[in-house]
């Protein structure tokens, strides 16, 4: 059984920053594609980013730039800087990993800009 263990959420300012991490434990052989969903209240799950296995990265175009996703494969980790917050990122954010070639998602992780 895999488990991802999202930390980092919470309450920041319009402009600043916080930094997610999610981390993968269990049974793993391989881990392949790493990646960022977020879903505000009425709205459809989104991905915000997504890093392959060899590092190729890819983002929704309302954070490039302002966000960068990276990950730790010995540690079996993700993470999402995110910088320049707005309000309209306001959502909780899922971790998401193919594992053994199967999709788990963490339990999310709430992030609120606001002042």
């Given at each position: 059984q895999v488990q991802l263990v999202e930390s980092g959420g919470g309450l920041v300012q319009p402009g600043g920053s916080l930094r997610l991490s999610?981390?993968?434990?269990g049974s793993i052989f391989s881990i392949n594609a790493m990646g960022w969903y977020r879903q505000a209240p009425g709205k459809q799950r989104e991905l915000v980013a997504a890093i392959t296995s060899g590092g190729s990265t890819n983002y929704a175009d309302s954070v490039k730039g302002r966000f960068t996703i990276s990950?730790?494969?010995?540690?079996?980790?993700v993470y999402l800087q995110m910088n320049s917050l707005k309000p309209e990122d306001t959502a909780v954010y899922y971790c998401e990993a193919i594992v053994n070639g199967y999709t788990n998602w963490g339990q999310g992780t709430q992030v609120t800009v606001s002042s």
């Open positions: 999610c981390a993968a434990s990950r730790d494969n010995a540690k079996n980790t």
